[in-house]
């Protein structure tokens, strides 16, 4: 490609949940607010067929905070200098999801944080429901404004299962599995699926992740998460 002005619209699939009520928290849901509570995470890009490892610390703070009038509690992690937002209402998990785009020359891309819904703990095997997202974009190659719209959906692949990560068997564990689409893409030009493992007092413990986009510049990533340890206060 000989144009220096590329065009890549990255969705960020990194889920914390989280649990929260509006007294003391529930650990027996699916991630909890405790102070201190702490996750550690081995992120592996295997995109290349070769494993590229990378640890992140995620920290329980103890504080919360109102964001579009809802109220989420704050996680800190040691990857980036910014924090993670999660909250939850009954059964439906919401993290505060940003678009992000890579590194690359001349790209600037905006977009607002959403209140993304990832996890509907209360619906069946095989159930399913859509997320709907916007994702706004530009570069010096095309300075109008790009409006992009994203659907995005999440369906129950397996429930109260038990799974071993890291040698660390889990139970109640959900099965998520995400597909994600755009017309604003030519058929097959972009893919985002995902399959998502959480466990009961725990939050995730497992996912996998493939992006692929043929835009202008063709890129590919493919990652796995896995829970190291955790320490739930």
Same mark, same amino acid.
């Given at each position: 490609?000989?144009?220096?002005? #590329? @065009?890549?619209?990255?969705?960020? #699939?990194? +889920? ?20 201190? %509570? ?22 329980? /703070? ?20 910014? =924090? $993670? ?5 009954? =059964? ?6 940003? %678009? ?11 977009? =607002?944080?959403?209140? @993304? ?9 095989? $159930? %399913? !429901? ?6 706004? /974009?530009?570069? $010096? ?12 959906? *999440? ?14 068997? *889990? ?8 597909? /994600?689409?755009?017309? !604003? !893409?030519?058929?097959?030009? #972009? ?19 493939? +992006?692929?986009? $043929?835009?202008?510049?063709? #890129?590919?990533?493919? !990652?796995?998460?896995?829970?190291? /340890? %955790?320490?739930?206060?």
């Amino acid at each position: 490609m000989k144009s220096n002005s #590329f @065009l890549i619209i990255g969705l960020l #699939f990194f +889920f914390i949940s989280c649990a929260k009520n509006n007294t003391t928290p529930n650990n027996n849901l699916y991630l909890i607010t405790t102070p201190g %509570s702490t996750w550690q995470y081995r992120l592996t890009d295997t995109t290349n067929g070769v494993g590229v490892d990378t640890l992140i610390t995620v920290t329980s /703070s103890a504080d919360d905070t109102l964001i579009g009038g809802k109220s989420y509690h704050i996680y800190t992690n040691s990857l980036s200098p910014l =924090n $993670d937002y999660a909250r939850v209402d009954k =059964n439906n998990y919401y993290s505060l999801g940003y %678009s992000l785009t890579l590194p690359l020359p001349g790209i600037i891309q905006m977009s =607002n944080p959403k209140d @993304l819904l990832y996890l509907k703990s209360d619906l069946n095997i095989g $159930d %399913s !429901f859509i997320k709907l997202g916007t994702v706004y /974009s530009k570069s $010096d190659l095309n300075p109008q404004m790009s409006i992009i719209p994203i659907k995005t959906i *999440y369906t129950i692949i397996e429930k109260n299962i038990n799974k071993t990560v890291n040698n660390i068997n *889990y139970s109640n564990v959900i099965h998520v599995s995400s597909s /994600s689409s755009s017309d !604003f !893409f030519a058929p097959n030009s #972009f893919v985002n699926t995902g399959d998502f493992y959480y466990a009961k007092k725990i939050g995730l413990i497992e996912s996998y992740t493939i +992006f692929h986009i $043929d835009y202008i510049l063709s #890129f590919d990533q493919h !990652f796995r998460t896995t829970l190291i /340890s %955790s320490d739930i206060k």
